[in-house]
């Protein structure tokens, strides 16, 4: 008797240090850090509830003044000016466009707001021309008759296409008009790197005002955030996000000249021609055919939106391109965060410059710049959508830093507190789901069934619950919104 209890007491000691040392060393996700902590709160650390607030300052180069035009534009995105000067953001998640109204009074701030459009999946591209405000969605191309002076739309929203790709990774489209009248639509890659089956993946397309497809423009982008016509050359210029995967430092991002018909490399080369290591064997002549970038950017600083300034009032920076660094979340230390001017020097090679900077202090995110735009009187707008932000920056004026509080959030992008019951709730529903039909979690690839594990290395927690809502064929959506957080909580545990 006296031996058994001794055996019972020595299990006991094994599985004790055996959970201390997963508890402790393995890389396990904050969620079961939750329950271990539940369970065991003497050996770790629960999950931090708060988050100490960050304090910052923004800063733009001398002789332009910043200020803070609105705050609580949930997810702002894209940005264009109206004729009158008005701004228009893209609220993606929320699926709204926000018309933010000019600052007459002069305080630097928006003197109105209200929402033109509501109800909308995934708006990200937004464009005016021709009496009206054109948006993409996800997969719908749509357009509405605007009244610039009144700032309101009106009529029934037209839709111009409805077949674009829209699953996957890169669902955003931005798109613009160029100066050919024609409306460009950039279609991002589905996948970190892979080949596309759908041939209008990763490239630009071109379509007429009335919303007729002209065809495929660029290809071998693989996502194309932002782009605009240079006024000194009239060329095409667009930012390109370089895979992940690949280490802290390669491949760089991109900035493409865009000329018709070209390819520019992704999936098979990165960067200057270089073969991809998972797609580039055997493919020397097609990627000897690519265009390489004419810059660029370090790896995983995320380039978005791009805007040539054009107002007189820029004085040296005018002509410049501002570029929104939206920032890495693949890298061991975060870069990018800022918004950069690019210059076309004399000898024709292109130039970096910091131009608005503080939305990473030490190593904390306060906030992720994604477009910038600029009004007929040279203000620029920035939008940020973790801070959920539009600045403007000016040129002139004295104030040239701005105070601003961030989260403290360390992580890429905010995730709901972890919670063990919807971890739970998330495995019942995995098991009892159809997803073991076509899935394996953690084991590997048996029955040509689709392994989900290291997707942490893929999607965030928000990207991970929109691919549930709008999932590649042949999968079926997941329907409920509770069921889809408690599914990607399940799922970004492994
Ligand atoms: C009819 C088969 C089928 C069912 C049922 C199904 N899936 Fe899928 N799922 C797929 C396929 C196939 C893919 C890969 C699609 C692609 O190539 O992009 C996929 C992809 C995914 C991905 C993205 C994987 C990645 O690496 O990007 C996730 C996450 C996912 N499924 C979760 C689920 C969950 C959760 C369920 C249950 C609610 C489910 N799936 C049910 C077939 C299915």
Redesign the pocket.
């Known amino acids: 008797m006296k031996i058994f209890l001794w055996a019972v007491a020595a299990l006991v000691g094994i599985v004790v240090v055996l959970v201390a040392a997963i508890a402790l060393f393995a890389p396990v996700s904050v969620a079961w850090r939750g329950m271990l902590a539940d369970a065991l709160p003497w050996l770790i650390d629960a999950p931090r509830a708060e988050l100490a607030v960050v304090e910052s300052q923004l800063t733009v180069p001398a002789g332009y003044s910043l200020s803070l035009f609105a705050a609580d534009v949930a997810n702002a995105r894209m940005l264009r000016v109206t004729p009158t000067g008005d701004v228009l953001v893209a609220s993606t998640r929320p699926g709204q466009i926000i018309l933010l109204g000019r600052d007459r009074d002069g305080d630097g701030t928006a003197d109105e707001r209200k929402v033109l459009l509501d109800g909308l999946d995934g708006p990200n591209g937004l464009d005016i021309a021709g009496g009206y405000l054109y948006v993409a969605e996800r997969s719908r191309l749509l357009r509405i008759r605007f009244d610039a002076e009144a700032g309101a739309v009106q009529g029934d929203l037209e839709v111009l296409a409805d077949d674009l790709p829209g699953g996957?990774n890169h669902w955003k489209k931005p798109i613009r008009f160029g100066p050919d009248g024609l409306l460009y639509v950039v279609v991002g890659s589905?996948?970190n790197v892979c080949i596309e089956e759908d041939e209008r993946r990763a490239t630009m397309l071109r379509y007429t005002a009335d919303g007729e497809f002209l065809g495929i423009y660029a290809t071998g982008l693989r996502n194309s955030a932002g782009f605009d016509w240079r006024p000194a050359d009239g060329e095409l210029y667009a930012t390109d996000n370089g895979r992940d995967l690949l280490g802290d430092d390669f491949p760089p991002c991109e900035l493409n000249l865009i000329r018709e018909g070209a390819f520019y490399g992704w999936p098979f080369a990165n960067g200057n021609r270089i073969p991809d290591p998972d797609f580039g064997t055997g493919r020397d002549a097609v990627i000897a055919a690519s265009v390489p970038p004419v810059f660029e950017f370090r790896a995983h600083n995320a380039p978005l939106g791009i805007v040539f300034l054009r107002s007189d009032r820029h004085g040296p920076y005018r002509g410049a391109a501002l570029v929104a660094l939206h920032g890495s979340w693949n890298r061991t230390v975060k870069d990018g965060y800022k918004v950069v001017s690019l210059h076309w020097r004399e000898d024709g090679r292109i130039e970096s410059r910091d131009f608005m900077t503080g939305f990473l202090v030490d190593g904390n995110v306060i906030g992720r710049p994604a477009e910038v735009a600029e009004d007929a009187d040279g203000n620029v707008y920035v939008s940020d959508d973790y801070a959920n932000a539009v600045y403007r920056v000016s040129p002139g004026g004295t104030a040239m830093a701005l105070d601003v509080q961030g989260r403290g959030q360390p992580d890429f992008h905010p995730r709901p507190q972890a919670d063990p019951a919807r971890l739970v709730e998330g495995q019942a529903?995995?098991d009892t789901?159809?997803?073991l039909?076509?899935?394996t979690v953690a084991g590997g690839n048996v029955d040509g069934r689709?392994p989900?594990d290291d997707?942490a290395k893929?999607y965030d927690f928000a990207a991970?619950v929109d691919?549930?809502e709008h999932?590649?064929t042949?999968?079926?959506p997941?329907t409920d919104a509770e069921a889809r957080v408690a599914?990607a909580e399940y799922?970004l545990a492994f």
């Open positions: 996957g589905s996948c529903l995995f789901g159809a997803c039909e076509c899935h689709v989900l997707l893929k991970l691919y549930l999932p590649n042949p999968m079926p997941v599914l799922l």
